[in-house]
């Protein structure tokens, strides 16, 4: 049971979704290229995650102490060489997607995640880019497998930006932690309510964005409309409700569960948005 919860498997799951997203996104072209690109993100999410346990075990003491490493129900090497393992399965199972760039994106992300874990967790904002990249290209592995590119980068976007206000979250969620074993993230200098107001930026940018996919008719007038309900009327309460409750940690790991499933609703909503504008 172990091996399977340090997998962090609802996480890992819900990759293969993005995946499956960015290749059928506004495309009905099918290719089992994709299944190869799902179990491949699977495996080295799961194997990131499990790295980034390894190196976090003295931190996590502090902040998770029920996980799987803390609460000593698996050995250190042993979760140290299951993550390498798993990476190493992930990078040859992409080779099965017959696309370089799917094989490129398969390593690449696996030493970005690797060194995230052992580096750049505790660097200044590089470690909150590294995890945004990370949710963003998830479905863009699904759309290069299914020559569906160009759709999977708008959702890849809206990733990048919804995964950079949560690591934002958690930063202050995290800053006990974080600020006992060193790390310098962007809660640690500013503090929790100068984060969630930096936040603001990226929020700001989503909330654009819809009105530009608008502009372009790229999202139909009711996808629109649930978007801005949704969406981006959600981020403003959250960042709202956490500038006013800014010196309680619960409150932001209360924000940070509700905006996972506030980021499943988004691709809901555009999921639907395909078929709109059917008669």
Same mark, same amino acid.
């Given at each position: 049971? @172990?091996?399977?919860?340090?997998?962090?498997?609802?996480?890992?799951?819900?990759? =293969?979704?993005?995946? #499956?997203?960015?290749? #059928?996104? /506004?495309? @009905?072209? *099918?290719?089992?290229?994709?299944?190869?690109?799902?179990?491949?993100?699977?495996?080295?999410?799961?194997?990131?995650?499990?790295?980034?346990?390894?190196?976090?075990?003295?931190?996590?003491?502090?902040?998770?102490?029920?996980?799987?490493?803390?609460?000593?129900?698996?050995?250190?090497?042993?979760?140290?060489?299951?993550? !390498?393992?798993?990476? %190493?399965?992930?990078?040859?199972?992409?080779?099965?997607?017959?696309?370089?760039?799917? =094989?490129?994106?398969?390593?690449?992300?696996?030493?970005?995640?690797?060194?995230?874990?052992?580096?750049?967790?505790?660097?200044?904002?590089?470690?909150?880019?590294?995890?945004?990249?990370?949710?963003?290209?998830? *479905?863009?592995?699904?759309? &290069?497998?299914?020559?569906?590119?160009?759709?999977? %980068? #708008?959702?890849?976007?809206?990733?990048?930006?919804?995964?950079?206000?949560?690591?934002?979250? $958690?930063?202050?969620?995290?800053?006990?932690?974080?600020?006992?074993?060193?790390?310098?993230?962007?809660?640690?200098? #500013?503090?929790?309510? /100068?984060? =969630?107001? !930096?936040?603001?930026?990226?929020?700001?940018?989503?909330?654009?964005?819809?009105?530009?996919?608008?502009?372009?008719?790229?999202?139909?007038?009711?996808?629109?409309?649930?978007?801005? &309900?949704?969406?981006?009327?959600? &981020?403003?309460?959250?960042?709202?409700?956490?500038?006013?409750?800014?010196?309680?940690?619960?409150?932001? %790991? $209360?924000?940070?569960?509700?905006?996972? !499933?506030?980021?499943?609703?988004?691709?809901?909503?555009?999921?639907?948005?395909?078929?709109?504008?059917?008669?």
């Amino acid at each position: 049971m @172990s091996f399977l919860k340090i997998l962090r498997p609802y996480n890992c799951f819900f990759v =293969v979704i993005c995946v #499956f997203f960015g290749a #059928f996104y /506004k495309n @009905s072209l *099918f290719n089992y290229s994709v299944l190869y690109a799902a179990i491949s993100a699977f495996l080295i999410t799961g194997a990131g995650y499990i790295m980034n346990d390894f190196f976090d075990l003295t931190i996590d003491i502090i902040n998770k102490p029920n996980r799987v490493l803390p609460s000593g129900k698996m050995n250190p090497k042993t979760a140290y060489i299951y993550s !390498v393992s798993l990476f %190493l399965t992930g990078i040859i199972i992409s080779f099965l997607t017959k696309n370089v760039y799917c =094989v490129f994106i398969a390593i690449f992300n696996s030493l970005a995640l690797f060194y995230y874990a052992k580096f750049y967790k505790m660097r200044f904002l590089s470690g909150n880019l590294i995890v945004s990249y990370a949710a963003a290209s998830t *479905f863009i592995f699904g759309g &290069l497998c299914n020559n569906n590119f160009k759709n999977s %980068l #708008f959702i890849a976007i809206f990733a990048f930006l919804y995964t950079l206000i949560r690591e934002f979250i $958690k930063d202050a969620e995290d800053i006990e932690g974080d600020s006992k074993s060193g790390a310098h993230t962007l809660a640690i200098h #500013f503090g929790r309510k /100068k984060t =969630v107001l !930096v936040s603001i930026i990226p929020s700001l940018v989503i909330v654009l964005f819809i009105f530009y996919l608008f502009h372009l008719r790229f999202l139909y007038p009711n996808t629109f409309i649930f978007m801005n &309900l949704f969406v981006s009327l959600p &981020l403003i309460i959250f960042i709202i409700y956490l500038i006013n409750h800014s010196n309680d940690k619960g409150k932001f %790991l $209360k924000i940070s569960s509700l905006m996972k !499933v506030d980021m499943l609703i988004l691709l809901i909503i555009l999921w639907m948005g395909n078929y709109e504008n059917i008669q």
